[in-house]
C-alpha cells in the first residue's frame, strides 16, 4: 500500500474589495522612471545590511542562484512589459477576485466565471487562476485542477503560480502522477519562482506516495543546500523518506528533532504520529515529554498543556521530583483555565525546591482573586524565607505589586516592586516593577524618593520601554521640586533626540515651549540617548523587476497571500520592498491592509523624525481616506479632523468592516446600542446595525458621540478619550484618585496599561499626522521654488 504523507497547506485569509488598478501601473512608471540605475546600484548593498541568519540564508540562495543565472536585464525588462499587459488586460478582475478569495459564496465564483469567459488571453488567465485558487481554498481538486490548467492554457505570465498550485491540489487529491508530472524539473523551469523553497518537501511526499523513495530522497538530496532545507516541511519530508527507507534509528530521530524544535506547528503533529505508529514514543524521554508540555503552557495552549502533563503523569519510574513538577504544572493550567480551588492547590507536594516555590505563587494567585489581603501577604512573607531566589517570588511579587496598583494602596505596591527590583534586577519584570516603584512614590507624594529611583531607571535600564518615561517624569522634576530648569531641558532633549514621534516627545516639546530660552547642559547619563540606526528606505521602485510587476498582477488574481512574498523575492528589494506591498494595497483603497504592512515592516518609525522616512512612507503609516467626511464631520462635532483621524488609526486601523470581539463596529468601532442612540440624535430613520459598516454614517455618528465624551469631561481630550476606551464610569473614577498637577499626570496615573497606550498613541498620533502635513506642504514649497 502506498505510502501517505500529507502535505499540509496553510494560507491566511484575505480580506477587503478594490479599485481603480490602472491608476497602480501609472504611478510605477512615473516612479520606475527617477530610479532606471536602481537594481545595479543597491544589488551591491542590501546583502551586507543583513542579520548574520539573513546571511546565512543569502548564502545558500546565492548558491542556488549560481547554478541557475538571473536573466539578463534586457530578458528582465521583456518579462515587466510582458505582465504589465497582463496586469493592464486583468485590472477590472481585481474587486471580483478579491471577493472570491475573501466569501468564496455561489455568486461570487459566477461573477469571476462569467469574467473568464468572456475573456481571453491574460484576462482569462488571471480569472482562472482565481478560481483555482478559491477552490484549492475549499478542498474542491478537481475543479481547481481544471481552472490552473486553463489558466496556464491562456496565459504563460503566471505559469509557475499555476503548476505549483495545481500540483498541490493534485497531491492533496491522491493524484500523486499529475502532481509529480508538474513538480519534476519546476526548479529548473521556474528558477525565479516563490515556491521553489516549498517544491522539494512537496515533492518528495508525492514520490514517497507513488512509492519512490529513492526519487524521494535524491529529491530532497538535491535541495540540502537552499532555503528550502530550513523549512521544517522539508526537514519533516526527510524523516518520512528515512523510514519508507526502512532507515528506522534515523528516522525516529529526525521526527523527534521535529517534534522538540517546532512543537507548535502542524508538522509536529505529523512527527508525533509517526513516532507512535513506529513504536518508537519511548525516544521520548520524560524531560522532553515535559519540553512540548512547557511549549504548549508558553504558548497558551493551557488545554493542550495540561493533557500533556496529565498523559506524563501516568509514567513509571519517575522521580518524585519530576511528579511535583508535573503536578504543579498541570495545577498551573487549572488557574489560567479558572477551575484550580484553593483545596486542590494546598493538596499539592509542599517541598523545598522549585515545585514548592510554584505552589505557594498559585495559593497566592488564588488568595489575590479572593482579595484576601492577609493570605496573599503571609504567602509572599513565606516565598521571601523558604524561596529567596526562585523566579516564582519574582512572579508573586509583581502580580501582588499589581494588586495593590489597582486597589490604589501606592505604598504596598511600591514594597512589593521595589522588593523585586532589588532581589531580581536580571528579571523580566525589574524595568517595569523599578519604573512603577518610581512612579507610585512619585504619586505618593515621595519626591527625593522618586527622583532617585528615576535617575536608577535610567541608568540600569536605558532600553526599557518605561525609561522614556522615566526620562520625562525626571525632567519634571527638574523643573519643579530641584528648580534646575537646564538639566531638565536636557532631558526633554534626549527624549526628542531619540524618540521624536512618542507620546513623551510631544510632551516635551511643550515643556520646552514653557521653559523659554534655557541654557544646554551637559550630562554625562543621557549621552546614550541617540536615534537608532535606520536602514535606508528609497520611494523609487526598479523598472526590471519581474517580481514587483507580479506581484501587482497576482493582486488582480484576489492572491494577496503572495503579495509580500513575491516582492521580497527581488533580491535587490530592501529599500524599498515595503512600500511596494502597501502602495499596491493602498491603490485598491484597502487602507488597513497597506497601513499593516507598513507598520510590520517599519516598527522603529516613533523613533525616527519625519523628515528621516521619506514622505510616501508617512502617508501611509498615517492615511486619510474619507478625509472630507471626517474633515466635515469634525467641524460639525467642534472637532480637531487630526484627532477623529488619529482615532480611526487606533481603533479599527481604517478597516470600515472591522467588528471586534466586544461587538464594535467599523472605523470608530461604535457598539450598536451606541451606533442606534446617535443616529436617533441624527434624526436617521429605521437605522440598522450592519449602517455602522458604511464609512460614511460609523464617522457621523462616532464624531457625534466623540463630541458627547468631550462635553462630558469638560472638552479635555486625554479623559474624552478615556472613556471612549474604557467606558465613562472608569474615567470619572480614576478622576477621584486624584488631584492631578496636569493631564500628563492623569494619563500617566491610568491604571490599566491598554487604556494608557490608547490615549498616548492617539494624542501622540494627533501630532504625527500634523506634523506629517506641514512637512508635505513645506517639501511642496521647495519644490515649487526649485522650479
Not at 505582465?83 to 475573501?102: V, Y
Request: aromatic share 10%.
Amino acid at each position: 500500500m502506498p505510502l501517505q504523507s500529507p502535505f499540509l497547506f496553510m494560507r491566511r485569509a484575505v480580506v477587503g474589495l478594490a479599485l481603480l488598478s490602472l491608476l497602480l501601473w501609472g504611478g510605477w512608471s512615473a516612479q520606475a522612471q527617477r530610479s532606471n540605475s536602481h537594481t545595479s546600484a543597491h544589488a551591491s548593498t542590501s546583502k551586507a545590511k543583513s542579520s548574520s541568519k539573513k546571511k546565512k540564508r543569502t548564502v545558500r540562495h546565492t548558491h542556488r542562484r549560481h547554478r541557475r543565472p538571473r536573466p539578463s536585464l534586457a530578458a528582465r525588462r521583456a518579462r515587466v512589459a510582458r505582465m504589465r499587459r497582463a496586469f493592464i488586460a486583468s485590472s477590472q478582475l481585481r474587486p471580483m477576485a478579491q471577493q472570491l478569495a475573501t466569501m468564496r459564496t455561489a455568486a461570487a465564483y459566477a461573477g469571476v466565471t462569467a469574467y473568464a469567459q468572456h475573456h481571453t488571453g491574460d484576462a482569462a488567465a488571471a480569472a482562472y487562476l482565481a478560481l483555482g485558487h478559491a477552490y484549492l481554498l475549499d478542498h474542491r481538486y478537481s475543479e481547481a485542477i481544471s481552472n490552473f490548467k486553463r489558466a496556464k492554457a491562456d496565459s504563460d505570465t503566471l505559469a509557475d503560480v499555476a503548476d505549483f498550485l495545481a500540483a498541490e491540489a493534485a497531491h492533496n487529491a491522491n493524484d500523486n502522477a499529475a502532481a509529480e508530472a508538474l513538480l519534476h524539473g519546476f526548479v529548473k523551469r521556474y528558477p525565479e519562482s516563490i515556491f521553489d523553497d516549498q517544491v522539494p518537501a512537496l515533492e518528495a511526499n508525492t514520490l514517497l506516495a507513488l512509492n519512490n523513495p529513492a526519487g524521494a530522497q535524491a529529491v530532497l538530496q538535491a535541495a540540502k543546500d537552499t532555503d528550502a532545507a530550513d523549512r521544517v516541511d522539508y526537514q519533516l519530508a526527510v524523516g518520512q523518506v528515512e523510514y519508507a527507507l526502512g532507515q528506522q534509528q534515523a528516522a525516529t530521530s529526525q521526527f523527534k528533532s521535529v517534534l522538540l524544535q517546532h512543537p507548535l506547528s502542524g508538522e509536529a503533529l505529523v512527527a508525533r504520529a509517526r513516532l507512535t505508529q513506529m513504536g518508537a514514543a519511548a525516544a521520548l524521554s520524560t524531560a522532553d515529554l515535559r519540553v512540548l508540555g512547557d511549549a504548549y503552557y508558553r504558548a497558551g495552549r493551557y488545554r493542550d498543556a495540561a493533557e500533556q502533563y496529565q498523559a506524563l503523569l501516568s509514567h513509571d519510574g519517575m522521580s518524585s521530583s519530576d511528579r511535583d513538577g508535573l503536578e504543579v504544572a498541570e495545577a498551573s493550567c487549572d488557574l489560567k483555565l479558572h477551575r484550580l480551588s484553593a483545596a486542590r492547590a494546598e493538596a499539592l507536594p509542599d517541598t523545598n525546591d522549585e515545585n514548592g516555590a510554584r505552589r505557594l505563587y498559585l495559593l497566592m494567585e488564588l488568595a489575590r482573586n479572593q482579595d484576601d489581603e492577609p493570605r496573599q501577604q503571609q504567602i509572599v512573607s513565606q516565598m521571601e524565607t523558604r524561596f529567596p531566589h526562585s523566579p516564582w517570588l519574582a512572579e508573586a511579587l509583581y502580580s501582588s505589586g499589581n494588586m495593590y496598583l489597582l486597589k490604589r494602596d501606592y505604598a504596598n505596591a511600591v514594597t512589593y516592586y521595589s522588593y523585586l527590583a532589588t532581589h531580581f534586577p536580571s528579571s523580566r519584570y525589574a524595568p517595569s516593577a523599578h519604573w512603577r516603584a518610581g512612579w507610585l512614590s512619585y504619586r505618593e507624594g515621595q519626591y527625593a524618593a522618586a527622583s532617585k529611583l528615576f535617575d536608577e531607571q535610567i541608568q540600569l535600564y536605558p532600553a526599557a520601554s518605561e525609561t522614556v518615561s522615566a526620562l520625562y517624569w525626571r525632567g519634571r522634576l527638574y523643573e519643579t521640586r530641584d528648580h534646575y530648569p537646564q538639566l531638565a531641558a536636557a532631558n526633554y532633549r534626549a527624549i526628542i533626540r531619540a524618540y521624536p514621534e512618542y507620546f513623551y516627545a510631544m510632551l516635551s516639546r511643550q515643556r520646552l515651549t514653557a521653559l523659554g530660552k534655557v541654557a544646554p547642559v551637559e550630562d554625562a547619563k543621557l549621552n546614550g540617548f541617540q536615534p537608532l540606526p535606520r536602514p535606508k528606505l528609497v520611494d523609487t521602485f526598479p523598472t526590471d523587476s519581474p517580481h514587483l510587476a507580479k506581484a501587482k498582477l497576482l493582486a488582480n488574481a484576489g492572491l494577496n497571500e503572495y503579495v509580500a512574498p513575491e516582492i521580497q523575492a527581488d533580491p535587490d528589494s530592501d529599500s524599498w520592498s515595503a512600500l511596494a506591498e502597501a502602495q499596491i494595497y493602498a491603490s485598491y483603497d484597502e487602507t488597513f491592509r497597506a497601513l499593516r504592512a507598513m507598520k510590520r515592516a517599519l516598527p522603529y518609525a516613533a523613533t525616527a523624525p519625519i523628515s528621516a522616512i521619506p514622505l510616501p512612507y508617512w502617508r501611509i503609516l498615517f492615511p486619510e481616506p474619507w478625509w472630507g467626511t471626517i474633515r466635515a464631520e469634525a467641524a460639525k462635532n467642534g472637532l480637531d479632523p487630526y484627532l477623529v483621524a488619529s482615532l480611526i488609526r487606533q481603533e479599527s486601523e481604517f478597516n470600515p468592516n472591522a467588528i471586534s470581539y466586544a461587538n464594535a463596529y467599523g472605523l470608530m468601532q461604535l457598539l450598536p446600542r451606541v451606533g442606534r442612540e446617535m443616529a436617533r440624535q441624527e434624526g436617521m430613520r429605521n437605522f440598522r446595525t450592519f449602517q455602522l459598516l458604511d464609512p460614511e454614517t460609523n464617522i457621523r455618528l462616532g464624531t457625534r458621540y466623540l463630541h458627547q465624551m468631550l462635553d462630558r469631561f469638560g472638552g479635555v481630550p486625554a479623559y474624552a478619550l478615556a472613556a471612549y476606551n474604557a467606558g465613562d464610569y472608569r474615567v470619572a473614577d480614576w478622576q477621584t484618585a486624584g488631584p492631578y498637577s496636569g493631564i500628563d499626570e492623569f494619563v500617566e496615573s491610568i491604571p490599566f496599561s491598554e487604556t494608557r497606550g490608547y490615549v498616548q498613541a492617539i494624542l501622540r498620533n494627533e501630532e504625527t499626522y500634523r506634523a506629517i502635513d506641514a512637512y508635505a506642504r513645506t517639501q511642496n514649497t521647495e519644490t515649487r521654488a526649485a522650479r
